[in-house]
């Protein structure tokens, strides 16, 4: 019975120092869904940037277009 | 529309980048962990920076081949955004290099301090800021533009032995130096497997196309102010 005990700890240890060896991940961000909100927030700055720059092309064509004319 | 796709394109492998690169699997690393993540962000600074500068390289032969002020507006303002990418990439680099080097690794500031790629890069870096300081200090147009080509084409010379050679030949933290125990940072397959490459070479197109994009508008300006100030 001791010696049995003894052998389910330190298959338990084992477990436990193999748990270990694996690199820690954000598992739980991406099993609770908030990752999506990182994204979404990522997202949305770089479309701004883009409908920025968007702008300023436009603005500039409509200055060739004037300064040709 | 037919000169806009490639903007488009830009927009798409950007948002492909953000959505798969938060969300796609990565390889389970030590030390890295998640911020294995910033291979799409940092790395792909550096290679847009690189692009650039080529780019601006063949202008200011171009221009050394055929005077003409628009082969050096092209060159120097494909400089100014490569130098804008190379900016953003180390700040985004000393971020990284804070949680991965400092806090995981507890490296001494000592061995942050002579870490070959960062002084390698700085060094990059400061060779093209003193391409603006040089172009600053003309007042005659044809001579500013003829010596910044010159020293354009020595500055992108000296990238190689700064960022791509040195750092290669001694240890160093960063991958793709002897100490680190891998090759050619990034494109290594040791380091890099499949998961990664898939996002990856998207951003780095993405993330180039934005700097073309942003140097287009800056030419564009440029053109116009030329064209007026001759009139």
Aim: charged fraction near 15%.
């Amino acid at each position: 019975m001791k010696k049995s005990g003894f052998f389910l700890s330190a298959m338990f240890l084992c477990i436990i120092a193999k748990a270990q060896d694996k690199p820690e991940m954000a598992d739980v961000m991406r099993s609770n869904g908030k990752i999506y909100v990182v994204v979404a927030v990522c997202l949305l700055i770089l479309f701004g940037l883009f409908i920025y720059l968007f702008i300023l092309d436009r603005k500039i064509s409509n200055l060739e277009k004037n300064n040709n004319q | 529309m037919r000169k806009y796709w490639w903007k488009i394109l830009s927009i798409i492998l950007l948002t492909y980048t953000f959505l798969g690169g938060f969300l796609f699997d990565v390889p389970r690393l030590f030390i890295l962990n998640e911020t294995i993540r910033n291979l799409y962000f940092h790395v792909c600074m550096w290679f847009g920076m690189m692009i650039l500068f080529i780019v601006s390289f063949i202008y200011s032969l171009k221009y050394l081949n055929k005077p003409s002020i628009k082969n050096d507006i092209y060159a120097s303002n494909f400089a100014a955004t490569g130098c804008f990418l190379g900016v953003l990439g180390y700040l985004t680099g000393v971020i990284w290099a804070n949680y991965t080097w400092v806090t995981d690794q507890q490296q001494s500031l000592a061995a942050i301090l002579k870490e070959p790629k960062l002084i390698g890069a700085a060094i990059a870096l400061l060779i093209y800021g003193a391409y603006f300081v040089l172009r600053g200090s003309f007042s005659d147009n044809d001579k500013k533009a003829r010596v910044s080509a010159v020293y354009n084409i020595f500055a992108f010379a000296m990238l190689f032995p700064s960022i791509w050679i040195i750092p290669r030949m001694v240890g160093s933290l960063h991958p793709g130096a002897p100490g680190s125990e891998s090759g050619n940072p990034a494109l290594n397959y040791n380091d890099i497997d499949s998961r990664l490459r898939l996002v990856f070479y998207p951003a780095i197109i993405g993330w180039t196309l934005v700097g073309v994009w942003i140097s287009s508008l800056r030419i564009r300006l440029q053109l116009l102010r030329e064209k007026i100030l001759n009139n």
